[in-house]
């Protein structure tokens, strides 16, 4: 679905986020879980795109890699805006 919008940077998956949404995302996406999260800030604006333009969304489960990390993480996650997804449960672990 949004397979060109991921790249591989020296041994690392990067993303950009579209420049237009064709409803997949918007209408379908329910559930998202997110393994090996470790709060670099490519992750942290995917995350903070699925959390904005998911409408249909109704949990988010982010796997932290550094267990030490997991409140802060958790903590930045919640300031994102939730304008499309205000009754997702949202969950670090």
Known sequence: MFQ???HF???ELCWTEPSDDPGYLSS???TFKFNG???L???MEFVKYIINEAR?????T???SDKQLKESI????LMFSRINSTTCLLTVE
């Open 9 to 11: 940077n020296e041994d």
């Open 56 to 60: 249909s969304l109704k949990a988010i």
């Open 28 to 30: 379908r996406l329910t």
């Open 41 to 43: 800030e490519h992750e």
């Open 37 to 39: 999260f470790e709060g």
């Open 4 to 6: 060109q919008h991921f």
């Open 62 to 64: 982010i796997n932290v």
């Open 74 to 77: 958790l903590e930045e996650l």
